[in-house]
């Protein structure tokens, strides 16, 4: 999930602005996180599907 969307409980600003010690953590915490953080689900199932595929594709040219 990416931060831009979230908004904090403790000050009910968005994440991004970063207005309150809990939003500046939190910002900090979700950028130092992998390169696959930002990426929904869907977008991940998506993506094993390519991948799937494409090894199904090489697999049948092999054979």
Not at 23 to 29: F, I, L, Q
Request: glycine share 4%; charged share 15%.
């Amino acid at each position: 999930m990416t931060y831009d969307r979230l908004v904090c409980a403790n000050c009910a600003a968005p994440v991004a602005e970063g207005r309150c010690p809990v939003c500046r953590a939190n910002r900090e915490r979700l950028q130092q996180e992998g390169p696959f953080a930002g990426l929904n689900p869907a977008m991940l199932v998506a993506l094993l599907v390519v991948l799937v595929a494409a090894l199904a594709l090489l697999a049948h040219q092999t054979a």
